[in-house]
């Protein structure tokens, strides 16, 4: 049997509805699917979420649900006889006053009445993912006047970036404190949270969750280039980050991006933290059957970077190829995971840190041992699936199969690198056998053989959480 460590998220939409094309999708390989909340209707998300249980449950899958907030979107209004051209040199003004749709080759309206006060004469904005360049002039009221220093096609809606960030914008909108109430309600196993620039934010999207009595996890969407200033406190405020880098490489700039996706990468790893790499990651299968070899590479060097998991967007939502999309993301990151050249770098440097936690001396302990005893499979009975988490952040080639009761935590697991979640709970809670009953158990399902090596973790009491204990046995 062949395991692919790296997980793979797949955004629904429309050319995801019909039911025989979403078990089609999950069964090639999906493990999370995401919910986008700037698109659609509560009824909309709501719908497809249930057909993803149905649809899991038909194929005994655990399938993580991902809801992700729309945050605030910096956009200009309309024009009103449709798009413009703007010419390099010539005077173009933002009005945060200006009606939405009487935008015209001189002028447009904004929608973020903030503007005037976050830019300053000589700041630089960038239209539609960078594709247009104003230098502020004169800021004058509700009026941003600008020389186009870069020209091109403008329409309807476009982004607004401030290169170098500085935006002040909070994160969460009124629409996503709604959006989120309403996540929790179709039970989503993540929310993330668009545009955080610090900790705090994060914090603020966590009582929210709790306030409506949700259980998800959150993942902070890495895009604004202040994060990249409180990195550590924003990934030690969430349970996961996404490397966004549509707008983080429009803000900090294309040739610094790769650079930091490793960064990101790297930090949440170190920080026990999953990571999502994430957009134009297969981008010309919008439209064409197989994906280009730069993006063959760009996925690849994901996989070979450590990430938990490579997002499609509108690949999956919008395609054509839905499917093959996703077969062609097995393919690439099965074919990265057999050249563990990133890995060699990682290969069990946390060993040199001091640790506090039990479970995590515990975690590393196995891991490691695992790795040098050419074990087949390592075996964390858990509630949390806290110690399955830590154990992935090493370099270890060993599979790690998560055994809990808690179909929560077997959702959340279905995101983190080379963890195999697994419904069980033991009948007999004795110190000893429920680790001969959870090889029992995966011999049964054909992932062990007689003769296994495996490694178990667990602690003394089964289903009181605290692992404490590691066990070597031949299955």
Request: hydrophobic share 45%; aromatic share 4%.
């Amino acid at each position: 049997m062949t395991l692919r460590r790296t997980k793979i998220v797949a955004t629904l939409g429309p050319a995801t509805d019909d039911p025989d094309v979403l078990k089609r999708l999950l069964a090639a390989g999906v493990d999370v699917v995401r919910l986008n909340f700037s698109h659609g209707q509560p009824g909309e998300h709501a719908r497809r979420a249930r057909q993803v249980r149905i649809v899991a449950t038909e194929l005994g899958r655990d399938v993580g649900v991902l809801a992700d907030l729309q945050g605030p979107k910096i956009r200009i209004e309309g024009f009103a006889d449709g798009p413009v051209e703007l010419t390099e040199g010539a005077a173009f003004t933002l009005d945060t006053a200006l009606d939405a749709r009487a935008g015209d080759a001189h002028r447009v309206g904004c929608a973020y009445r903030g503007l005037p006060r976050d830019v300053h004469p000589g700041d630089v904005l960038l239209l539609g993912d960078g594709a247009i360049a104003l230098k502020a002039v004169r800021i004058a009221g509700t009026r941003v006047e600008t020389e186009v220093i870069q020209g091109g096609t403008l329409s309807d809606r476009k982004g607004i970036n401030k290169q170098g960030g500085g935006l002040s914008a909070a994160a969460l909108t009124d629409k996503d404190r709604h959006d989120i109430r309403h996540a929790c309600a179709l039970g989503a196993d993540f929310i993330a949270v668009s545009f955080p620039r610090t900790a705090e934010d994060m914090g603020e999207a966590r009582k929210l969750v709790q306030a409506a009595g949700g259980q998800a996890g959150l993942v902070a969407k890495i895009e604004r280039a202040e994060a990249l200033q409180q990195l550590d406190a924003i990934i030690m405020a969430s349970d996961a980050v996404m490397v966004a880098r549509g707008d983080l490489g429009v803000e900090i700039g294309d040739a610094e991006l790769p650079g930091w996706q490793k960064r990101i990468v790297a930090a949440a790893r170190e920080n026990n933290r999953m990571v999502i790499v994430a957009t134009q990651m297969m981008e010309s299968m919008i439209a064409n059957p197989i994906p280009t070899r730069a993006e063959v590479m760009d996925v690849a060097n994901a996989v070979l970077d450590g990430t938990d998991a490579v997002m499609l967007s509108a690949e999956t939502a919008t395609g054509r190829y839905p499917i093959r999309v996703i077969e062609a993301m097995v393919r690439v990151c099965l074919g990265a995971e057999t050249h563990p050249i990133g890995e060699q770098a990682r290969d069990f440097e946390r060993l040199d840190s001091h640790f506090e936690r039990t479970d995590e001396a515990i975690a590393m302990a196995t891991a490691w041992t695992a790795q040098h005893m050419h074990a087949q499979a390592i075996i964390a009975l858990t509630d949390s699936g806290a110690t399955a988490l830590m154990m992935s952040r090493t370099a270890t080639h060993v599979p790690i199969f998560a055994l809990t009761r808690h179909e929560s935590t077997r959702r959340r697991m279905a995101l983190c690198r080379n963890v195999y979640p697994h419904a069980f709970e033991p009948r007999d809670l004795d110190t000893v056998k429920p680790t001969a009953e959870a090889a029992a158990y995966l011999r049964g399902l054909g992932v062990l053989q007689s003769g296994d090596r495996v490694l178990i973790t667990k602690g003394d009491f089964t289903g009181t959480g605290g692992t404490n204990s590691m066990k070597i046995m031949r299955v």
